[in-house]
């Protein structure tokens, strides 16, 4: 009886290593820290990977980026501009890059063309989608729609780095509206931040505040605290009395850097 109990001893010690063993291995399966790439809603997010302290955000918390208008400006006999005027309400959130289309017709709304591209989506505000230089051949487009052809990741941007990126417009002229138009501004990092690739999109208006040209020009960089002049140029004279200018500094969010 005795060696029995002995025996039912030394079975319950192995079964106990075993079951200890065992659970030492299992536990950080099982345990896993939540991650933001881990296919599950788990810790702080709001989402399946993403919201809480994830980088992206969850699409089903942020506002669709708002089309206002697109047109299409003749530049010479055949070549035009297209230009999508967009805003994007959400004040904390950005997308990298994201593909579009333009699509252009006729009078009659035949099919002309199409112009395919992808841009980046800034946090907080209106912004523009520039296609310069769009050849329609003997064609003359009057309509334009734009679309994005992907579903966005929503990607979340520091508040303080948003509210701290501003790039200032100020000095706009406009000159020789009837022979060589030409406009010039003077804009201003009133940031820390290296900003890189900046492009600018000028949006001129009517008397009615309709949109009736447009252009756009680039900067390599605009450094911290840096101001520089840029210009813009049409060929053909705008001959529509401009009442109105807008000018839409242009740049990714994730590739800005402290300087």
Not at 202 to 210: M, Q, R, S, T
Request: glycine share 6%; with cysteine.
């Amino acid at each position: 009886m005795w060696a029995f109990k002995r025996q039912l001893f030394y079975l319950a010690v192995v079964i106990a290593f075993i079951g200890g063993l065992a659970f030492l291995i299992a536990y950080p399966y099982f345990n896993k820290t939540p991650t933001c790439i881990d296919g599950k809603q788990n810790g702080t997010e709001t989402g399946v990977d993403c919201g809480g302290i994830c980088q992206l955000a969850c699409i089903a918390e942020v506002d669709q980026i708002s089309i206002l208008w697109s047109r299409i400006f003749r530049v010479v006999p055949g070549r035009y501009n297209a230009i999508a005027y967009l805003e994007n309400k959400n004040e904390n959130t950005a997308i990298y890059r994201i593909k579009y289309r333009f699509r252009f017709a006729d009078k009659d709304n035949i099919y002309i063309g199409k112009r395919e591209g992808e841009t980046y989506v800034l946090p907080k505000g209106k912004f523009a989608v520039f296609e310069p230089a769009i050849d329609v051949g003997n064609s003359i487009p009057i309509y334009t729609t734009f679309e994005f052809t992907e579903v966005p990741n929503w990607i979340q941007v520091s508040k303080k780095e948003v509210d701290q990126l501003k790039i200032f417009v100020s000095d706009i002229k406009l000159e020789n509206e009837n022979t060589e138009p030409k406009l010039s501004a003077v804009v201003k990092n009133n940031s820390l931040f290296r900003i890189p690739e900046v492009s600018f999109v000028v949006i001129l208006y009517d008397v009615l505040g309709n949109a009736i040209s447009a252009s756009h020009t680039y900067l390599d960089v605009l450094k911290g605290e840096e101001s520089a002049n840029i210009n813009f140029t049409w060929r053909e004279p705008i001959l529509t009395p401009v009442i109105a200018k807008e000018i839409i500094p242009m740049f990714n969010i994730f590739l800005v850097k402290l300087k």
